[in-house]
């Protein structure tokens, strides 16, 4: 979060922002947008502070390798402009998401409503770990053991609550990741 900005500042200072994380195949796997700053946002994010992406077994943060950040710094608290100017980024940001990805879906539950999209500030893109700590973590069987268990979780709440379709959408995802993954480290397996 210290990382800094074109404009010199730590990007994580900014208040008002859209941020998407990436795994560890840098395929793109959630939008977000906040008015609270990136730094608080995307912590309560990796960390399970009442998030309910997190909460909800959408998103397991140690899944997040890299994160995306799209700065807004003359957005002025309170101003009519701010909902606006970040629901349109968003849009553009999830639409640039969907575009990059192999399953041509990332995991939001909640609908990410189509806008005009804007011409988005320039964006910083950082690692969350580098070096052994990385690689413990993007071991296939580590990632298809905990993507097995979020998928698990996250059809447990299904079953359990009366659920929007995005959740459903998000389940049939995570399989599509999970079914990737087996399949390349089947292959891997098998040279």
């Known amino acids: 979060m210290d990382t800094l900005a074109p404009n010199g500042q730590p990007v994580g200072n900014c208040q008002h922002g859209i941020y998407l994380f990436y795994d560890y195949d840098a395929e793109p796997i959630y939008v977000g947008q906040t008015r609270e700053s990136l730094r608080t946002r995307i912590r309560r994010h990796l960390t399970n502070q009442r998030t309910d992406a997190v909460a909800m077994r959408v998103l397991d943060p140690f899944e997040v390798a890299e994160i995306e950040m799209w700065p807004f710094w003359a957005l002025v608290a309170g101003s009519d402009a701010v909902k606006d100017t970040l629901n349109r980024a968003e849009f553009a940001v999830y639409c640039q998401a969907l575009e990059r990805s192999e399953f041509r879906a990332v995991l939001n539950e909640g609908e990410i409503k189509q806008a005009d999209t804007i011409d ?72």
């Open 120 to 191: 988005l500030p320039p964006s910083v893109r950082v690692q969350l770990l580098t070096g052994q700590r990385r690689a413990d973590r993007e071991h296939p069987d580590i990632r298809l053991a905990r993507r097995a268990r979020t998928i698990a979780d996250l059809a447990r709440i299904i079953s359990e609550r009366r659920v929007r379709p995005g959740i459903r959408r998000t389940l049939w995802a995570q399989a599509q990741r999970l079914e990737s993954l087996a399949r390349k480290r089947l292959k891997e397996m098998l040279l």
